[in-house]
Every structure is written in structure tokens, then in C-alpha cells.
């Protein structure tokens, strides 16, 4: 154990303490930094002083939560972080596959708890317990968890199912202000300090929705309506009435302005909790309308300063009532529910009373409710398992509440029985009778130095003094008969509800000898009622938030170690740590395991068993139960052998990580995240094989489509190409019908000018108007047309170029036939004019026709002229020249 923290020593051995200090320092500079160590098991060595550390190097850095274990750990950052809470955050951890993997937070607790109600795995109901001094944040972190579950499970499909969640969650969340406001005060440690204790019932349908809730309090502190603590406060309302009602609210309720009141210490205190409107729009949502809140500051207002507490207690628990009747779901449609306790921290003033007493016999038994879970309980599973293990000492406070609650004698019993023989209270009697009856419990401590009658209960978290005086009084609760008598005659509706007459009230001749029915004493009542809440919490799956307040002046940025070693030590958190850590935190009962692991076989050398054999229990019915459990237990270890293989390291080298006991399987966390990386593993093989034989499936159906649309393009180019073929076909009969029309036309042309020649061959003629010289234009488009008809006839014809009467026009260029009927055409001769005799004549040898780019294939070719073939006109007059000569 740590011998000296900071500064304090805590051994006889100095010297063995700086030594561990060095080894720490050294240990430490070779890690990471503290602030990153998110899980206070990863602390090495746990000590009060490492654990210390660790959580002011966070708190530093802006990080407040920390896992220890089986418990959040939660640092009051006394200060705004609105991102920290926000609904995108909620949603994050909602929709994360492993919130646990996230960063520490109580969404993570409050996610866990969710998914463990849809799992229906026994118990299914759930529990938080929010726990910690006053002012380290506990009604806040209620607060939060209340929003992430009205977010994550409200989630209907339908619109009136929607309409339905939005005004549960509304109401839940409206609940809040409403009690804060009737129940809590500005007190020295705390400015929202809570008043009384109170279970959320969270109450959800078999669909994981919320459908109500239910709301249960404990011990409201009645005493601080007539008497306040110096620098203390009354409850909220009292200074929100004030600060808030309007000039004629505050003539009605008779608070004239400027007023002083005895009973409202402070009012010049501002604080955020002092908003009126928040109040008032608050019980509008709950249902509670503006004459009936009227009603409720009306009360507040003229009978509050006249009265005693419980007038105070029945108008807040006829709130409560209120309350739970507006957010409360029929029995009928919901099955589970996850509850918040918010109970009110452990307390010591310089005064303490049967408020304090009762407050920290609370705290007392939720302590032990923790250490029997987590860390009694795990221990003596290990021993019911089977497993060797070394029993870790804790600190047990069971001796304390022997000596507040047991039996036949204990403080309240004592308390009690003063009440009940209806006589003077003496304090210094009362002080003797305990000290004298309960001598023998060491958790009772003296002081012979007080001046007044007092006694010492030293708690887990630290030795209260509790006065003596007025203890009785206080534990009877008396309410005066005149009193009452006179609340019952008033018309105001309310104080009606609050004091109903009662038609069967006993007359005042009832004889004195006949016994009367015991006191119902207020330390009776809060018994009884932790006792059914412990009952709650022992059926449920329970799970702690430890909040830590860093400093006691709620001021940002300050750690004062003193104060958070002390409450470190009295919650018990080192030992938690520690055995969560030298422990075996995860446990799965044989069956599940199995279950989940059985396909870890598949990675043992020379072994692939089917992963789809027979669990043990099915199959032979005849089976008895050693076979069975010798069979389970050898499919077990069979599973358990894999473990090397997946450590990639020799069996003799790897550490005994996990042991299977009687009914389960315990394993660190390590040896799960191995198991879970097989578990990967062997399913990305079998996806892989999935994957393949789906890729060669799909692969062949792509082929077998490839090849079906190959046929379909090879059929449709050879009907393009026929049909291209043919247009070609088409446009070459064309062409090929016009040039021989057009050869026709020249033979004939041809023949008529050999015509003439002969006739007029010898004879000079005058010349006719019509064989006059062309002008000068005309000649050279004859020209022209005479020269590039065979280009203009092919691109007449082309697939591209001139179309409709442009085509025509071209064709008629390069071809000049007659317009008119063929008589009417005049053949023009040109015998008497130099140069060439006749237009039609062509010259000897073939034409080429040069263009860059034909959109004829072969258009570039002359084609060979036959040898008999005519080629020109000059070619007929050479053979008749040559026949004249013959």
C-alpha cells in the first residue's frame, strides 16, 4: 500500500514511500500520458496515488469521465460544456456497433443499460445508481441520462405514436424543474443541492419504446421551511415567488414589495435555479393549469410562514402524485423499466440531525449494496466456480448498520422507543441510553470534549456527531390538532386536498385504557421504503456512476487532492480497481459461449469440424447429465486449445488468460478480444468463400451475357451492312443509268454535227443568228460544264451534298439536255470558227479527274477503254478522213 499521499504519511516507512515514488515516476515516463488512460485499471500500480493522478491529469485536460472497472467515474466540471451532452452525441453513442469502445461517458452507461433490456437476457430490468457527496453532480448526471433515454427510446414508426413519445418525454423532462423547485436548496456545499431522494421508474413497452414513467421520493428535509443553516437557503419556489410573481400575484399572495421575511434567508442571492417562468411552464405540461397553480403559490405564500414542514411535505408529495398520475403508463402497456436512483450524498455539518442520520444511513446501505455486487459477490462467485483465487480484503460497513438498524437494539430502535413511550425527551438521557445499550459496536465513537448531548457513527466515508437534541421531536412529526382543525375549515380548494376532514376521526371519549395503534415514526417510514427500494435494485441489473466533487468552492479548473483522495477512500473505488483489474471481468456461461466460439475449432491444425454439428443438448435424449457436461466440457476446452494459435506465440509462453469454471467461462478482457479477433477471422474465411464462389457465379453470367451480346452486334452490323451495301447498290444503278443516258445523248449530239459537216462542207455560208460566237459568259460556263461534268454528275449522285431541286439543278449542269422536246433542239456547228472543230470533241487518251477526297471508293480510277470503244469526236473525223482518202 502507498506509504505517504501527497504529503500526508500514511506508514511508519519514509523512506519505502519515496522509493515507490521513484518507481512510479519511472514507470510512468515510459507510458502514455495520464490524461489519455481512459480506464483506471490501466493505471499501474493502482494506488491512491496513481488513481489520484490520473484523475487530475484528465480533469486538466477537460475530460471528466473515466472508467474504474465496473464504475464511471464522474468529475463535477462545474461549468457549461453543452457539446458534451448534445443530441448528436447521444445518437453517436446510440448508434455505435461497441459503445464501450467510445470515450467514457454516461451515455455509455446509459446505452448499455438499453441494449441490455432489448437483449432480454434475465434480470432484464435495469438500475442506476447515481451516488457521490452533495455538489459532485449527481441530480445533473439524472438530469442527462433522462434526456439520452427520451431521445434513444422514442422512436415510433407512426405518427401517433410519435405524438404519444413527444409528450411522455416532455412530461419526464418537465418533471425535473417542478421538483428541483419544490425540493431543492441552495446549501453550503452545493447551489442545486437535492432535498430528498427520489427512484425514476423508466418505463418502456415490449418495442423498446418509452410508454411513462413513475416517480418515488424519499425523505424530503421538512425542517428547512422554519429553520435554515447560516449562508443556507430555503427551498427554490419560496425565492422564485418572490423574484417573479407580478405586482398583482405578490398583493394577492400578500408579499408586498421590499418585504423581508425571516424564513427566506439570502434573497439577494442570484442563482440560476431562481427562474419562475421555467416553474410555471413546467407544470403547464404536467397538466397542472394556471387557477391550480395559483392555488399552489397561494399556499406557498400565506401558510408556509405560519405552519410547520409536513403541511410543506403533504403539497410536495400531493405534487409528486401530480406528477406520476400525468406520466404514468397503464400497468398494462409496459413490460420493462430502467431506474435512476438519485439519493441524496453523504453529509456532515458542524450540526447534524435525524435529517443527516437518515441521509447517511441511506448512503450506508446503497455502500453496501455496491460492495455485496461487485465486490463480495465476485469473489465468492470465483470460490462457487471453482476458480484459485486469493480473497482481496474490502472494507465492509456492515458492523455500521448493525449499528443504526439492527436488531434487538440499534439507534433508530432506541429513537423509536422514545417516541413511543410518550414522555418528556431528555437529550442527555437519550445520549446515555446509546452510548450505554450499543457500547460494544466499534462504530460508535465519544467525545467527552462536546458541550452539548451528542454521539459519533463512524460511516465508511468519515465520523459524523448527531445532536442529541430535538431528535425525538423530530422523529415523531407531530402535526398540532389546532392546526390541522383550522387547515381543514379553509375554502381554498387545495388545503382541502392537503388536510381532508376525516368522517371516521374518534371521538374524544375513547376510553384512556384502551391502547392505541402505534406511531408511525418518520425513521419507520424511511425504513420501510429503503428496504422496498433495495428490493427493486436487488431485482435489477444494477450499474454505478460514481460522481467526485474536484473542489468543495465549485469553482472550474481546481483539483484539490485532499478532498478527492477522501472520497476515493470512502466509496471504496481502490478495491474496485483492483480486483476489476487482478479479476476476471467478463463471464459467459458455457452454453453461450459455445455458441459463439464453437467455429474457433474450424483454426486448429488437421481439425475442421462443422461448425453446423448438434449442440450438446439435442441429438440423444438418452443422454445423462455427466455426458452431457463431459461433453460440453470437452468442447470447451477444444475451443480454449485455439487460444495460442491465436496468439501466434507457444502454448508453454502464453499466460493462463481465462478459466473454465463450473457454469461459466471467465475471461479478461484481452482474452475476449482475442477470442472475438479469431471469431473475425474464421468469418472472414467463410465470407471469402461465400464471396468467391458468389464471384464466379457472377462471373460466368457476365460471360454468358458478354457472349449473347456479341451475337446480337454481329447481327445487327451485317444487317447495317447489308443495308449499306444495297443504298450503294442503289445509288450505282443510278449513276450508272445516267451515264449511259448521257452517252446516248453525245452519240446522237455526235451524229448530228457529223450530219452538217458532210452537208456543208464545201460551201461557205453566212453565218445564222443562231450559230453567231456565244457571249463571252455563256462560252465559259459551257466551258466549264463541257470540262467538270463528270464531277458534278458524281456529286449529283453522292450519299452527301446536294439534295432536292439543288441535286436537279447540278445534274442539269453537267448534263445541258434538252428542256424542251428533242425538235426543238438546234445543234450549234462550229465549222468556220478556229481552234477546236466541235464542242463535243474530246481529246485522245484517258481523263483523270484529281479531288482531294471522294466519297466513292475507286473514284481516283479510270477505267480502261475498250478497244473498239469511240473516244472522241475527233477519233470519227480522223476515220472518215482516212475513208474519204481511201
Known amino acids: 500500500m502507498l506509504q505517504q499521499v501527497n504529503g500526508h504519511s500514511s506508514g511508519s516507512d519514509a523512506h519505502g514511500g519515496e522509493s515507490l515514488r521513484e518507481d512510479l515516476q519511472e514507470f510512468l515516463s515510459g507510458e502514455a500520458p495520464l490524461h489519455q488512460l481512459d480506464d483506471l485499471t490501466k493505471v499501474n500500480p493502482v494506488t491512491l496515488e496513481t488513481v489520484l493522478r490520473c484523475l487530475q491529469a484528465r480533469y486538466m485536460a477537460d475530460t471528466f469521465y473515466t472508467s474504474a472497472g465496473c464504475t464511471l467515474v464522474a468529475l463535477n466540471p462545474f461549468k457549461p460544456i453543452p457539446q458534451l451532452y448534445s443530441p448528436d452525441l447521444m445518437q453517436e453513442y446510440h448508434a455505435a ?105 423508466l418505463q418502456l413497452n415490449r418495442a423498446q419504446q418509452m410508454t411513462g414513467a413513475a416517480v418515488q421520493t424519499y425523505l424530503l428535509e421538512k425542517t428547512r421551511v422554519a429553520c435554515q443553516a447560516s449562508s443556507e437557503r430555503n427551498f427554490h419556489i419560496f425565492y422564485q415567488i418572490c423574484k417573479g410573481a407580478s405586482a398583482d400575484e405578490r398583493l394577492q399572495w400578500h408579499l408586498p414589495e421590499g418585504a423581508a421575511f425571516s424564513w427566506l434567508p439570502n434573497p439577494e442571492r442570484t442563482l440560476e435555479e431562481d427562474c419562475f417562468e421555467v416553474t410555471r411552464e413546467a407544470m403547464l405540461h404536467l397538466g397542472i393549469d ?106 465492509d460497513n456492515q458492523t455500521c448498520l448493525d449499528l443504526i438498524e439492527g436488531s434487538p437494539v440499534s439507534i433508530c430502535s432506541l429513537i423509536n422507543e422514545e417516541c413511543r413511550l410518550n ?22 465513537g465519544h467525545s467527552k470534549l462536546s458541550r452539548e448531548p451528542s454521539f459519533i457513527v463512524v460511516h465508511y466515508a468519515g465520523s459524523v456527531r448527531y445532536h442529541t437534541a430535538g431528535l425525538v421531536e423530530k422523529n415523531k412529526d407531530p402535526i398540532p390538532p389546532e392546526l390541522t382543525r383550522l387547515l381543514q375549515q379553509s375554502q381554498d380548494p387545495l388545503l382541502k386536498v392537503l388536510f381532508p376532514a376525516d368522517p371516521e376521526e374518534k371521538s374524544q371519549e375513547e376510553p384512556s385504557g384502551q391502547s392505541r395503534a402505534p406511531v408511525l415514526t418518520v ?95 439435442e441429438g440423444r435424449s438418452e443422454w445423462s447429465p455427466h455426458s452431457k457436461q463431459a461433453t460440453l466440457q470437452a468442447l470447451l476446452q477444444d475451443i480454449l486449445h485455439t487460444l495460442p494459435a491465436l496468439a501466434r506465440a507457444p502454448a508453454e509462453a502464453t499466460p493462463a488468460p481465462v478459466h473454465c469454471g463450473r457454469t461459466k467461462v471467465f475471461m479478461t478482457d484481452s482474452t475476449l478480444e482475442l477470442l472475438e479477433r479469431g471469431r473475425a477471422q474464421v468469418l472472414e474465411q467463410c465470407a471469402r468463400c461465400i464471396q468467391g464462389g458468389w464471384r ?24 447495317l451492312t447489308r443495308k449499306h451495301i444495297q443504298r450503294l447498290h442503289a445509288a450505282a444503278t443510278v449513276i450508272k443509268r445516267a451515264w449511259q443516258e448521257w452517252r446516248i445523248r453525245m452519240a446522237f449530239l455526235a451524229s448530228k454535227e457529223l450530219d452538217g459537216v458532210e452537208e456543208q462542207h464545201s460551201s461557205q455560208v453566212t453565218c445564222s443568228p443562231s450559230s453567231l460566237p456565244l457571249p463571252q459568259a455563256q462560252a465559259r460556263l459551257l466551258g466549264a460544264v463541257t ?100
Open 97 to 201: 456497433p461497441q459503445p464501450q469502445k467510445l470515450k467514457p461517458h454516461i451515455f455509455t452507461v446509459g446505452e448499455q443499460t438499453y441494449r441490455n433490456v432489448k437483449s432480454l437476457i434475465e434480470p432484464v430490468n435495469q438500475s442506476i445508481v447515481v451516488s457521490g457527496e452533495s455538489g459532485a453532480g449527481k441530480t445533473w448526471t439524472s438530469r442527462c441520462l433522462m434526456k439520452f433515454y427520451a431521445v434513444v427510446a422514442a422512436s415510433p414508426t407512426s405518427w401517433e405514436n410519435h405524438k404519444i413519445a413527444e409528450r411522455i418525454e416532455q412530461r419526464i423532462l418537465n418533471s425535473n424543474p417542478v421538483m428541483e423547485a419544490f425540493g431543492n436548496a441552495c446549501t453550503l456545499r452545493n447551489n442545486n443541492s437535492s432535498r430528498f431522494g427520489k427512484f425514476i421508474q
Open 290 to 395: 394556471a387557477p391550480t397553480q395559483n392555488n399552489i403559490f397561494q399556499v406557498r405564500g400565506k401558510t408556509t410562514p405560519l405552519t410547520c414542514g409536513s403541511g410543506d411535505g403533504q403539497l410536495f408529495d400531493w405534487l409528486v402524485s401530480v406528477i406520476n398520475s400525468s406520466i404514468c403508463a397503464d400497468p398494462d402497456s409496459w413490460t420493462t423499466f430502467i431506474g435512476l436512483l438519485d439519493v441524496y450524498g453523504f453529509e456532515s455539518f458542524p450540526t447534524n440531525s435525524l435529517e443527516q442520520l437518515c441521509i447517511n444511513y441511506a448512503n450506508e446501505k446503497l455502500q453496501q449494496h455496491f460492495v455485496a455486487h461487485y465486490l463480495r459477490a465476485q469473489q465468492e462467485e470465483y470460490t462457487a466456480e471453482g476458480l484459485e483465487w486469493s480473497t482481496l480484503s474490502y472494507q
Open 423 to 444: 414522555r418528556p425527551s431528555s437529550a442527555a438521557q437519550l445520549q446515555t441510553r446509546i452510548e450505554s445499550a450499543l457500547a460494544g459496536s466499534p462504530c460508535l
Open 523 to 617: 425513521v419507520s417510514k424511511f425504513k420501510a421504503s429503503l428496504e422496498q427500494l433495495l428490493q427493486v435494485l436487488h431485482s435489477t441489473t444494477p450499474h454505478y456512476i460514481r460522481c467526485i466533487k474536484p473542489n468543495s468552492q465549485g469553482r472550474a479548473q481546481m483539483f484539490h487532492q485532499e478532498e478527492v483522495l477522501s472520497q476515493l477512500e470512502a466509496c471504496g473505488l481502490v478495491e474496485t480497481i483492483h480486483i476489476s483489474a487482478a479479476g476476471f471481468p467478463i463471464r459467459v456461461s458455457h452454453r453461450n459461449f459455445l455458441e459463439r466460439y464453437k467455429l474457433l475449432r474450424r483454426l486448429r491444425p488437421g481439425a475442421a469440424p462443422s461448425p453446423h454439428g448438434p449442440p450438446p443438448d
Open 696 to 719: 464466379r457465379h457472377w462471373g460466368r453470367k457476365q460471360e454468358r451475357q458478354r457472349q449473347a451480346a456479341v451475337l446480337i452486334q454481329a447481327a445487327v452490323r451485317s444487317w
Open 787 to 886: 470540262r467538270f461534268w463528270p464531277l458534278g454528275l458524281v456529286l449529283a449522285n453522292a450519299a452527301v451534298g446536294a439534295c432536292g431541286f439543288r441535286r436537279k439543278l447540278v445534274v442539269f449542269a453537267c448534263l445541258p439536255l434538252p428542256v424542251g422536246s428533242p425538235s426543238s433542239y438546234t445543234v450549234q456547228t462550229a465549222q468556220e470558227q478556229a481552234g477546236v472543230t466541235s464542242i463535243r470533241a474530246l481529246p485522245q487518251g484517258s481523263i483523270k479527274f484529281h479531288c482531294r477526297k471522294s466519297p466513292l471508293r475507286y473514284a481516283d480510277i479510270c477505267p480502261e477503254p475498250s478497244p473498239n470503244s469511240v473516244t472522241g469526236f475527233n477519233q470519227i473525223l480522223l476515220e472518215r478522213h482516212r475513208l474519204g482518202h481511201v
